[in-house]
Antibody, heavy 122, light 107 residues
Framework: DVQLVESGGGLVKPGGSLRLSCAAS????????MNWVRQAPGKGLEWVAS????????YYADSVKGRFTISRDNAKDSLYLQMNILRAEDTAMYYC???????????????WGQGTMVTVSS | EVVMTQSPATLSLSPGERATLSCRAS??????LAWYQQKPGQAPRLLIY???TRVTGISARFSGSGAGTEFTLTIASLQSEDFVVYFC?????????FGPGTKVDIK
């Protein structure tokens, strides 16, 4: 089965850091661009960051630029999101998602993980 | 950057009725538009991409149309499991963006 499983969420104080992981299985991970999308409680979806297949190119939402870093380890079939200087407004469910096509360009997201919850609170 | 809007915010219909959900982009996104369904407590599920192409395994009662700035998701005959939230997303330029969603609830 094609699957993405996130981990690493939790409760962190404002200004703190957290590293999310996303383990991929059932497909050739290195062939797909990957993404992080978040959803605050009761709110809509917000694109956070994307990374191309080799990791050469990364893209960030303005709201996280300079604080978050997306990376991947194709040897481990894993995607990461390093989150620093966390704020209350970063509180959300964080999903990793796969591009629908393996074209290394902007795309829809066809496979999503179950999400990992990040809560930023003192 | 492109801003996505959806209307209505809530659509109240009865089972068996036809649902028409709208999505608008602040500038042209060509046909680079996707629709997602999200059930409570679950991750979003891709229904439609390229504005009108149904994902394999998605019921034929879901159809998408439009191009440029105006898009529509139509659910031909609402089933009980369809009364959930739907999001549109453009992926034409950076940054990609989602609409705020339309909740379809039972009248």
């Amino acid at each position: 089965d094609v699957q993405l499983v996130e981990s690493g969420g939790g409760l962190v104080k404002p200004g703190g850091s957290l590293r999310l992981s996303c383990a991929a299985s059932g497909f050739t991970f290195r062939s797909y661009s990957m993404n992080w999308v978040r959803q605050a409680p009761g709110k809509g979806l917000e694109w956070v960051a994307s990374i191309t297949t080799s990791g050469t190119y990364t893209y960030y939402a303005d709201s996280v630029k300079g604080r978050f870093t997306i990376s991947r380890d194709n040897a481990k079939d894993s995607l990461y999101l390093q989150m620093n200087i966390l704020r209350a407004e970063d509180t959300a469910m964080y999903y990793c998602a796969r591009d629908y096509n393996n074209y290394d360009v902007l795309d829809a997201y066809d496979i999503w993980g179950q999400g990992t919850m990040v809560t930023v609170s003192s | 950057e492109v801003v996505m809007t959806q209307s209505p915010a809530t659509l109240s219909l009865s089972p068996g009725e036809r649902a028409t959900l709208s999505c608008r982009a602040s500038q042209s996104v060509n046909s680079n538009l996707a629709w997602y369904q999200q059930k409570p407590g679950q991750a979003p599920r891709l229904l439609i991409y390229s504005a009108s192409t149904r994902v394999t395994g998605i019921s034929a009662r879901f159809s998408g149309s439009g191009a440029g700035t105006e898009f529509t998701l139509t659910i031909a005959s609402l089933q009980s499991e369809d009364f959930v939230v739907y999001f549109c997303q453009h992926y034409n330029t950076w940054p990609p963006a989602f609409g705020p969603g339309t909740k379809v609830d039972i009248k």
